[in-house]
């Protein structure tokens, strides 16, 4: 059974304050009205008086009887609805107060207070919202302090070689060869991806990150890409990229320059577990969206270690791919500007047999 409404309430209660005083008003007026009046004829009671006379004097007894007993039902009246009143006003505003101290805790920064549940809807509502609103204040202070903690897990280790390097050159206990600083310069440009990568992150979790969704051809797009990872192997023995777009694929809603930056991440991941073998591109549609997959033929990825691959800084060998020259954020980019498209990425994975990393766009 549905609860009745802040509206409803208030009416409600007005209407008993209301109900209570009439009743009050009819119930002793009509009890002692009358007593007070035989009381007054018990008092003339013996006279010899006119008629005339006696009707005078008996309206203006019946009157005084009947102002006593006016008198007497208001002050009862009031007394029972203003104590009414009170006991429906207290019980409607008590979870408002109640809500304002938690507001109170939450700013001075109990992150994890609550507002409980209302039973009269509207508050309910409202502090549902506010639960949703302290858990999503809750989450960015958690993202912030692991964010810190991250990145200064991840400048620890770039920092440390290049502070050993320098203190070397400095001292001379490292001669100052071409590979010396080849090494301190790939540290640099380590650095600077990371800062760069951890800008772009930031925008997009704040909604700063402008996306320009336009209907396109992914065909243009997708062949463009593969030809350019293609022309990175010719020089070298690498994995084999192909791309599998059916003609009757149709226009997608999307901004061309996030869908490539999604495509340039997942390929140089695929690129860089997948020393030999096959990558391919395939793309297919549903009715309300298209999907695209890049699959390798590469080391795959534990099960376990599957729920983590979008989590920012998260790697399954943290000095493989430190060396491979990865930031860990890739895939955290990449899953935020599909979601920011209205699409979802997914992932499958076997290890030693490979890995697919799918993601869609909605149709235009």
Do not use: C
């Not at 007593?35 to 010899?48: A, C, K, P, S, T």
């Not at 009862?76 to 203003?82: K, M, N, P, Q, T």
């Not at 620890?156 to 090494?183: K, M, S």
């Not at 003609?247 to 901004?255: C, H, I, K, Q």
């Amino acid at each position: 059974m549905a609860k009745p409404d802040l509206r409803s309430r208030l009416f409600l209660s007005h209407f008993a304050v209301m109900l209570v005083g009439l009743v009050t008003l009819t119930v002793i007026g009509k009890v002692s009205s009358p007593r007070f009046f035989v009381v007054y004829l018990q008092h003339i009671e013996g006279r010899v008086i006119s008629i005339r006379t006696l009707r005078t004097e008996l309206v203006r007894g019946f009157e005084f009887a009947w102002s006593r007993g006016a008198l007497w039902s208001m002050a009862l009246g009031a007394s029972a609805a203003g104590a009414l009143s009170y006991l429906v006003a207290k019980r409607i505003v008590q979870p408002l107060i109640q809500m304002e101290e938690i507001t109170q805790k939450f700013a001075a920064g109990e992150l994890d207070k609550r507002v409980p549940a209302s039973e009269i809807p509207e508050l309910n509502q409202l502090a549902a919202s506010f639960n949703r609103m302290a858990a999503d204040l809750q989450g960015v202070e958690q993202r912030r302090r692991d964010l810190v903690t991250d990145l200064t897990h991840e400048l620890r280790t770039p920092l440390t070689v290049l502070e050993g390097y320098l203190e070397g050159l400095a001292d001379g206990t490292i001669a100052p060869t071409p590979e010396v600083y080849e090494l301190l310069g790939k540290e640099t440009v380590r650095m600077r991806r990371l800062v760069n990568d951890l800008q772009e992150l930031s925008k997009i979790e704040t909604g700063y990150l402008p996306i320009d969704a336009q209907q396109m051809d992914l065909y243009p797009l997708l062949t463009s890409v593969v030809q350019r990872f293609s022309d990175q192997l010719l020089t070298g023995d690498g994995p084999l990229i192909s791309l599998e777009y059916p003609p009757e694929t149709p226009l997608v809603l999307a901004d061309a320059g996030r869908v490539e930056q999604i495509l340039v991440n997942l390929l140089s991941n695929a690129l860089r577990y997948t020393p030999v073998g096959k990558i391919t591109l395939q793309v297919w549609h549903t009715e309300t969206h298209a999907w695209i997959a890049v699959s390798d033929t590469g080391q795959g990825i534990a099960p376990e270690d599957l729920p983590h691959v979008f989590e920012r800084f998260w790697r399954a060998d943290r000095s493989r791919n430190r060396h491979s020259g990865g930031t860990g954020l890739g895939l955290a980019i990449s899953q935020r500007l599909v979601q920011l498209q209205g699409g979802e990425i997914e992932v499958e994975s076997e290890v030693g047999k490979g890995s697919t990393f799918r993601f869609s766009l909605p149709l235009a």
